[in-house]
Antibody, heavy 118, light 107 residues
């Protein structure tokens, strides 16, 4: 079964840092782009960033709202994706999903909640 | 960035009704339009990719159509389990962008 499981969410103060993880199973992780997408409370889905595969030099891209603060990395040997979030703002409060990407997002993980508050 | 606009933002319909959701792109996205179903507290689920291809396991009452800048998602006969928010998403160019969502309620 193709599965993605996020972890690492929690409460963090503004200006703080947090690292999210996404464990993948059931497919050849190294072949695929992997993305992070978030949903703030009461809002819609917002793309956060992408980690491309080895064939595309592991390049990354980020949404303008997080560029310079967030960093995505992957460990193909562990089928794992990470999102390092620095300089967190209250507006970063959201459920963060990892998703297998390419032409579309499928599957998605169940999400992990990040709350940025003092 | 390409802006995606969905309408309506919410709707209420009866079981068995035909439901149509519209998604408009701010510029042509050819056929690179996907639809997702998001139930509260669950992972979003891919329903339809590249306009009209039904994802495996998705009931055939869901269908998609359109091209260029205007697209539709149709539920031919609404069921109680279709209670959810539906999102369109373009994959024509980076960054991927989503519509604002359409919340479907059952009367």
């Amino acid at each position: 079964e193709v599965q993605l499981v996020e972890s690492g969410g929690g409460l963090v103060q503004p200006g703080g840092s947090l690292r999210l993880s996404c464990a993948a199973s059931g497919f050849t992780f190294s072949d695929h782009y992997m993305d992070w997408v978030r949903q703030a409370p009461g809002k819609g889905l917002e793309w956060v960033g992408r980690a491309r595969n080895r064939a595309n030099s592991y390049t990354t891209e980020y949404a303008a709202s997080v560029k310079g603060r967030f960093s995505i990395s992957r460990d193909d040997s562990k089928n794992s994706l990470s999102l390092l979030m620095n300089s967190l703002k209250t507006e970063d409060t959201a459920v963060y999903y990892c998703a297998r990407a390419g032409g579309w997002f499928d599957p998605w993980g169940q999400g992990t909640l990040v709350t940025v508050s003092s | 960035d390409i802006q995606m606009t969905q309408s309506p933002s919410s709707l209420s319909a009866s079981v068995g009704d035909r439901v149509t959701i519209t998604c408009r792109a701010s510029q042509s996205i050819s056929k690179y339009l996907n639809w997702y179903q998001h139930k509260s507290g669950k992972a979003p689920k891919l329903l339809i990719y590249v306009v009209s291809s039904l994802q495996s396991g998705v009931p055939p009452r869901f269908s998609g159509s359109g091209s260029g800048t205007e697209f539709t998602l149709t539920i031919s006969s609404l069921q109680t389990e279709d209670l959810a928010t539906y999102y369109c998403q373009q994959s024509d160019s980076m960054p991927p962008t989503f519509g604002g969502g359409t919340k479907v309620e059952i009367k």
